[in-house]
């Protein structure tokens, strides 16, 4: 059993950046896949970023590539995301996700077995 808490959520104007973190409980963390996904109102749950177990593969949605970077501390329990040139369309809650198997993690919201609460993000143009 894991438990996922989020934090870092806020507002920040556009072009400004933020630092998700996700604080797992547990011994197994270092053995879960980690990942990010995100919903805006009114929208489905999208895949925002994956990383395995160890850090060495990693995997990012469309949408923030290139300004989004996924990255894991397994001593601190802890995943983070780096969110760069952010933009009014990243406004949206933000969850960290967990499966217990050491690859990235599948983009289907449907398949994560742990989900935090949600820290949201808002951001103004």
């Known amino acids: 059993q894991v438990q996922l808490v989020e934090s870092g959520g806020g507002l920040v104007q556009a072009g400004g950046s933020l630092r998700l973190s996700c604080a797992a409980s547990?011994?197994?963390?270092?053995?879960?896949?980690m990942g990010w996904f995100r919903q805006a109102p009114g929208k489905e749950r999208e895949f925002v970023a994956t990383?395995?177990?160890?850090?060495?593969?990693?995997y990012y949605g469309d949408s923030v590539k290139g300004r989004f970077t996924i990255s894991r501390d397994n001593a601190k329990n802890t995943v983070y995301l780096q969110m760069n040139s952010l933009k009014p369309e990243d406004t949206a809650v933000y969850y960290c996700?967990?499966?217990?198997?050491?690859?990235?993690?599948?983009?289907?919201?449907?398949?994560?077995?742990?989900w935090g609460q949600g820290t949201r993000v808002t951001v103004s143009s």
């Open positions: 547990g011994r197994a963390f270092s053995m879960y896949g």
């Open positions: 990383i395995d177990w160890n850090g060495s593969n990693t």
């Open positions: 996700a967990a499966n217990p198997a050491k690859g990235i993690l599948t983009t289907l919201p449907q398949s994560i077995v742990y």
